[in-house]
T-cell receptor, first 112, second 113 residues
Framework: DAGVIQSPRHEVTEMGQEVTLRCKPISGHNSLFWYRQTMMRGLELLIYFNNNVPIDDSGMPEDRFSAKMPNASFSTLKIQPSEPRDSAVYFC??????????FGSGTRLTVV | AQSVAQPEDQVNVAEGNPLTVKCTYSVSGNPYLFWYVQYPNRGLQFLLKYITGDNLVKGSYGFEAEFNKSQTSFHLKKPSALVSDSALYFCAVRERGYSTLTFGKGTMLLVSP
C-alpha cells in the first residue's frame, strides 16, 4: 500500500485565490481526518469523516473552509478565498478503527 | 473533554544517554494513548500505543512508554539516545467513546553527538 497520499506537496498562492488540497486515504480505512499544523497552535483537527460522511467539522475555522469526501478513496479540503493566516501544513490521516492513524506527508500552503 | 499536555518544548540529550519526553493527559474515563514522531518535512509516524494491559508499552526504534494512571502520565523513554532520534514528538489521547485523537503541541528532541 502506498499509504495516505496528499497533493500537492507545496502550494503557493495569492491572497483571495481558491485553494484545493487533495487526499487519497488507505484502502479499507473508513475514517479520514484533516489536520492543520502551525507553530503557534500545533496540530488542530479540522474535520473528520466516517464512511464518507462528515461527523465533526467543529474545527473548521471559518466558512471559507470546506471539505468533501465524495467516495471512499478521495477527499478534498478547499479554502475560498485564501488568506495569509491560512498558511500552514495541512495533513490528511486515515484510520481503520479510530485507534491508530496513518498520516500523509502533508501539503505546505503559503498564501502571500 | 480530552486534552494532552507536553510540558517541554524541547529536550536536549547527549547521544548514548537515556531520554524521557513527558506527557500528561486529561480524560473523563479510560484513555487510549499514543506517541507519534515527525521528521522534517514529513508526516507523523506512529511509534507506540497503550490500549489496555501492561503499563509498559514497547514500540518502534527502541522506544517505550509507561502508562501511569495515578499520575495521568504517559512518558516516552529510550535507554540510549541516537542522533537520528532527533525529531518532533507528539503525544495523543483518545478517550473511549470519542472518535478522534487529541494531540499535544509536540516536544522537539535534540540529541547531540
Amino acid at each position: 500500500d502506498a499509504g495516505v497520499i496528499q497533493s500537492p506537496r507545496h502550494e503557493v498562492t495569492e491572497m483571495g485565490q481558491e485553494v484545493t488540497l487533495r487526499c487519497k486515504p488507505i484502502s479499507g480505512h473508513n475514517s479520514l481526518f484533516w489536520y492543520r499544523q502551525t507553530m503557534m497552535r500545533g496540530l488542530e483537527l479540522l474535520i473528520y469523516f466516517n464512511n464518507n460522511v462528515p461527523i465533526d467539522d467543529s474545527g473548521m475555522p471559518e466558512d471559507r473552509f470546506s471539505a468533501k469526501m465524495p467516495n471512499a478513496s478521495f477527499s478534498t479540503l478547499k479554502i475560498q478565498p485564501s488568506e495569509p493566516r491560512d498558511s500552514a501544513v495541512y495533513f490528511c490521516a486515515s484510520s481503520p478503527t479510530g485507534n491508530g492513524y496513518t498520516f500523509g506527508s502533508g501539503t505546505r500552503l503559503t498564501v502571500v | 473533554a480530552q486534552s494532552v499536555a507536553q510540558p517541554e518544548d524541547q529536550v536536549n540529550v547527549a547521544e548514548g544517554n537515556p531520554l524521557t519526553v513527558k506527557c500528561t493527559y486529561s480524560v473523563s474515563g479510560n484513555p487510549y494513548l499514543f506517541w507519534y514522531v515527525q521528521y522534517p518535512n514529513r508526516g507523523l509516524q506512529f511509534l507506540l500505543k497503550y490500549i489496555t494491559g501492561d503499563n509498559l508499552v514497547k514500540g518502534s526504534y527502541g522506544f517505550e512508554a509507561e502508562f501511569n494512571k495515578s499520575q495521568t502520565s504517559f512518558h516516552l523513554k529510550k535507554p540510549s539516545a541516537l542522533v537520528s532520534d532527533s525529531a518532533l514528538y507528539f503525544c495523543a489521547v483518545r478517550e473511549r467513546g470519542y472518535s478522534t485523537l487529541t494531540f499535544g503541541k509536540g516536544t522537539m528532541l535534540l540529541v547531540s553527538p
